[in-house]
């Protein structure tokens, strides 16, 4: 993809495709980080920190068809209610 940096108001934009944000699972609104490499800019999609989880993505990664199945954990051990 070619694109042109552009200046919005004091600072430099880059506009960036749908089809490009998608195929690096990034969204509008996601945070990014955004680095240099041997004279390449490189932006790369922040880790999310533990505990701020977004629950329609985890949702989404769920497998299709995944059926949920209920365990035995065996005999109480302790002093466990069941």
Known sequence: MVT??????NSQGLRLSKQLLE???I????NVEVST???QIVISPTRRVRGKQDLQD???RIPKGYK???L???EPVGKEIW
Not at 4 to 9: A, H, P, R, T, Y
Not at 27 to 30: I, L
């Open 4 to 9: 042109k940096i552009q200046k919005w108001g």
């Open 27 to 30: 969204s509008v609104g996601d």
């Open 37 to 39: 490499s041997d004279g």
């Open 68 to 70: 949920s199945a209920e």
């Open 58 to 60: 985890l949702v989404s």
């Open 23 to 25: 195929d690096a699972h």
């Open 72 to 74: 035995d954990w065996g």
